[in-house]
């Protein structure tokens, strides 16, 4: 899978713009500031419904317009042609395109191309809040396993009825009704369950692939990924609701499920985050891309697109090489910026590739 044509129109600060790019390996270069990460920008929207820049979304709309587009032609693993677009309204959010067919259902573009990203902030995978980790997984699930999305989206709904419950009794001290209260924790309990099975036997399958390729950048180091649940050790999770449901009445809000769910990543026995370098962090979270790609594709015969905003800045030139090797081992469509191709020396041994240099608002194939 790979997309043969990416086209941009009032994005950032880019009027028209269109480019092919190859199906494995581009590197978009140019000065600091010249649109780099905005053709990045307008890519992950395909994949992910949303920037990932910035929380305001209406930003890349270009200035004194009302609406940004991107637009692209997606080539099937079986050589097919499907065209998905995105529109950013500032008075009207998002709105996608399926084959000419319109949507504001997010799930139904992002199921077409299956997307991971690299960027400088790109640790917090490892360093930062528990829902980074839990969107690492579940993106995965998402894309390979049937009917995720309908129980993640159950499981949501059931924890917004428990929680309204709970805060009417916090706001008002009136008493709740018992059988209601029940049945909404009977619910949570039996989708909770099925979401955090799903995610120990995803991460026990990946586990091994993040370790086998981790021992190949450093090899002294012994890496393990664990899942905490959300609730207590060693015991069910309707238990342990049970347990702290005086303390959900306390705080108005459910205290324990798959919602507080963690990945712990530990590097001989001792915790990721405290022990590695900053670099060395993110050789952890470009293997756990790398796992996560091989995975994806071992489990649904389809490849992905990866996006690497300022890999320079990010490892070091050894690293970049292995790192590159590794995925485009995978199948998988690269677009990597760079503000000098003499970064990407070491690309001249692939003969797939394509080099595009973005300067004046303009995108040129070199």
């Known amino acids: 899978m790979h997309l043969s044509l990416v086209q941009l129109a009032q994005f950032r600060n880019f ?3 269109a480019f092919s790019p190859c199906k494995s390996l581009n590197i ?7 649109g780099k990460s905005s053709i990045l920008e307008a890519v992950h929207l395909l994949g992910f419904g949303r920037s990932f820049r910035t929380n305001r979304q209406n930003s890349v709309v270009k200035h004194n317009t009302d609406t940004a587009t991107v637009f692209s032609r997606l080539i099937d693993e079986d050589g097919s042609e499907q ?8 008075s009207d959010g998002f709105e996608f395109s399926i084959n000419g067919e319109r949507t504001k259902k997010l799930a139904d573009v992002v199921r077409k191309i299956p997307m991971q990203i690299f960027t400088p902030q790109s640790s917090d995978l490892i360093i930062g809040q528990p829902m980074l980790r839990r969107r690492f997984v579940d993106w995965a699930l998402f894309h390979v396993k049937h009917g995720y999305s309908d129980l993640m989206s159950a499981y949501s709904k059931t924890l917004s009825q428990r929680n309204a419950l709970l805060r009417v009794h916090l706001n008002t001290g009136r008493a709740i009704d018992v059988q209601q209260f029940n049945y909404w924790s009977e619910s ?7 979401i955090s099975d799903a995610r120990k036997t995803y991460l026990e399958a990946i586990n091994a692939e993040v370790v086998a390729l981790y021992s190949q950048f450093i090899p002294e180091f012994k890496i393990e990924l664990r899942y905490n649940t959300g609730w207590d050790k060693g015991m069910q999770l309707e238990d342990s609701l049970k ?10 809000y459910t205290t324990v499920g798959p919602h507080k769910g963690d990945i712990k990543f530990t590097v001989n026995g001792l915790s990721a985050s405290e022990t590695l370098s ?15 790609m091989k995975m994806f594709s071992s489990l649904s015969n389809k490849s992905t697109i990866y996006l690497v905003d300022d890999i320079a800045a990010e490892l070091d030139i050894k690293t970049r090489e292995h790192f590159l090797d590794l995925i485009l081992e995978t199948n998988t469509q690269v677009f990597v910026t760079a503000i ?11 003969n797939d590739k394509k080099v595009f240099h973005v300067e004046h608002n303009q995108v040129n194939e070199e």
Do not use: M, P, W
């Not at 065209?83 to 500032?90: D, L, M, Q, S, V």
């Not at 347990?243 to 108005?252: E, I, N």
């Not at 900053?278 to 996560?292: E, K, M, W, Y």
């Open 188 to 194: 949570l309990s039996r989708y909770g369950n099925l």
């Open 243 to 252: 347990l702290k449901q005086s303390r959900d009445f306390q705080y108005g």
């Open 340 to 350: 000098e191709t003499s970064q990407f020396d070491f690309t001249n041994k692939y």
């Open 28 to 34: 978009i270069h140019g000065a600091n500031g010249a």
């Open 83 to 90: 065209k998905i677009g995105c529109t950013r309204h500032k």
């Open 278 to 292: 900053r670099g060395q962090l993110r050789i952890l979270v470009s293997i756990l891309q790398i796992a996560q």
């Open 15 to 17: 009027e028209q713009v």
